[in-house]
C-alpha cells in the first residue's frame, strides 16, 4: 500500500498525513519514526478561548461552529469557563478507545502528548479524548482503535 505524502511535518518525530483520500477534511498524525513508551511526542501551548464564545446561540458562537469540533473543555479558568485550541498538532490528534498516546495537563495553556506505549514508524497516534481510556463515551461520531497504517 502507497504511503500518505504528509502534508505538514514539524519536527522529526511527527507529520499529519490525510487518514483517507476520499475525505479531503480527515486528517491524523503520524509517526515518522519508531516512538518508544514514555516520550514526550509534541509540547503544545493552548489557547483559551471563553466556552460562551464557541458554544451557543450568540452570533459568536454561531460564527464560531465550525471550531467546536477541534476545542475541548478546559473548566474553570480566572472564574470563567474556558475551553482550549490546541495549536501544534494538538488539535489533529484522532480519538480512539485504545490510544497509543495520551494527553498531559501541564497549565491550563500548555499540554503534552507522550506515548502510552511503543509506537511504530508509520503508525497513527491516537488519543482518548477523555480522561480515561478504554471508557466507552458517546462523542457524538464512530470510535476506533489505533492502528498501524
Known sequence: MRRPAPIAVQSPLIEVRRVNDCDPAGRGVFAR????????????????????????ANPTAKRAARISWYVFDRGKVDGQHMVGLALGYGSLYNHATNPNAEFEHISPDLMHVNARRDITAGEEITLHYKDDPGVEVDLGFEQRDSQVT
Open 33 to 56: 519514526t519508531d516512538i518508544s513508551a514514555g516520550s514526550l511526542i509534541e509540547r503544545m501551548p493552548v489557547l483559551l478561548i471563553p466556552r460562551k464564545q464557541v458554544f451557543g
